[in-house]
């Protein structure tokens, strides 16, 4: 049986996050054996349910150059730029 | 990949460990680390799976109406959190359905304590007092476990085991408030849970062959030995509140400490159970075979109802 990644969302305006995985023939099936592992109690106000082979992640040994780009540019936070004393913000 | 490149990547690996960093999925692990984290995450996953049929087999014999919601609750729990370590063994490149293969064959290994038989009602409240207690104490120490997802497994796990312990023990209050038939029914079944519930700790860690690997991979975090001491120093207050007394004429409190000390477990007796010869163990293997080969059209039907759609799909596009 196909397998697929489950994803809850614990509240309105929350962010979906990764609860784990089930096993299911299809989408529908596997909507409701993700509620019925990962929502037994109210956990999720809804679920979204991704085949796993569908999902493309980086590859923690390249993490480093990957994720070079962002890591070298100060500049990018608010703490990069001088205010005069005394600025409320 | 040379052998110099796989001992650098070790080096790096347990560097790593050292530093408290969580290993996921596709992170690079030694072959060793990955078969260690199968062999333990399966056997935890079937302990869960064969953990139903304990209290399974009460579930029409409820005392109320009460109780029966609860156990029937516990134990479509005990099923998920079967599922949640199986999902996370699958993180590691095993087939689920290699690892079921392998309990239902009678190959695999699974907790000891699911091969003592239920004989009362009482059982129902000592299992979620002892073995669930003895589980969150085991599994809380795991949350902290090196591996990502079954670390991850573990925190989902304790947070729904407080009410198994909870259910368990309300149980055994009640039945010890009872009538003396009531208490002595509680008594009995403490009397015939408490020493396969200390067992299900493991042996000492001296006498336990994988314990000091995994404690080196911060697999387990903690020693058996002081996690069982953990749950002994917690239990023995709650039955003393409820005026039950542990089956061990040679428990003592040692004052230096604050540890309650017991008398010696019985591994000759473990090592009988845990190699297939418990009280239980072909039935629950039965059972378990029962189960699943009666559900087979479930899975079937299943598969024919999503290919059927699939086909109708494709015949509309």
Redesign the interface.
């Known amino acids: 049986m196909k397998l697929w990644e489950v994803f809850t969302q614990a509240g309105h305006g929350a962010p979906h996050e990764h609860a784990g995985s089930v096993h299911a023939p299809d989408a529908e099936l596997a909507l409701q054996n993700a509620r019925d592992v990962y929502a037994r109690r109210g956990e999720a106000v809804n679920i979204w349910v991704v085949p796993s082979e569908a999902i493309t992640a980086s590859s923690p040994e390249d993490a480093g150059p990957f994720f070079d780009p962002g890591n070298d540019k100060p500049y990018r936070h608010p703490q990069f730029y001088k205010v005069p004393r005394g600025t409320k913000e | 990949m040379t052998p110099m490149d796989d001992s650098v990547r070790t080096q790096a690996f347990e560097a790593r460990i050292a530093r408290g960093e969580t290993i ?1 999925p ?3 692990m030694p072959e060793r680390y990955r078969k260690q984290l199968v062999r333990m995450m399966s056997q935890h996953a079937h302990s869960e799976v064969v953990g139903m049929l304990p209290e399974g087999n009460w579930i029409t014999r409820a005392p109320s109406l009460r109780r029966k919601i609860s156990l029937l ?1 516990k134990v ?2 005990e099923a ?1 959190h079967g ?2 370590i199986y ?2 063994t ?1 993180t590691l490149g095993v087939e ?1 359905d290699e690892l079921i293969g392998q309990l239902l064959a009678g190959t695999a290994k699974y907790s000891s304590i699911f091969n003592y038989p239920t004989l009362t009602w009482a059982d129902m409240g000592a299992i979620g007092w002892l073995v669930d207690g003895a589980a969150i104490v085991n599994q809380t120490a795991l949350a902290k476990a090196s591996y990502g997802p079954y670390a ?2 573990m925190i ?1 796990i304790c947070k ?1 085991e407080n009410f198994h312990k909870r259910q368990g023990y309300e149980i055994m209050a009640t039945l010890a408030a009872g009538t003396p038939a009531q208490k002595a029914m509680a008594q009995d079944a403490l009397n015939r849970w408490w020493w396969p519930s200390l067992m299900m700790f493991g042996p000492s860690d001296k006498d336990s062959p994988n314990s000091a690997e995994l404690l080196t991979r911060k697999v387990k975090r903690e020693r058996n030995d002081e996690l069982r001491q953990r749950f002994i120093n917690l239990t023995i207050p709650q039955a003393e509140l409820i005026g039950l007394t542990m089956p061990d004429p040679a428990l003592r409190h040692d004052a230096e400490s604050g540890d309650w000390i017991t008398g010696p477990i019985d591994w000759a007796e473990f090592q009988q159970v845990i190699s297939g010869n418990g009280p239980m163990n072909r039935e629950r293997l039965a059972a378990r075979n029962k189960a699943h080969d009666e559900g087979a059209w479930v ?1 079937e039907a ?2 024919a ?3 059927k ?2 086909a109708k799909g494709q015949e509309a596009a």
Do not use: V
């Open positions: 996921e596709k992170d690079w609750a479509q729990d998920g599922l949640y999902c996370g699958e689920r991850r497994a989902r729904e899975r299943a598969e109802y999503a290919a759609h699939a």
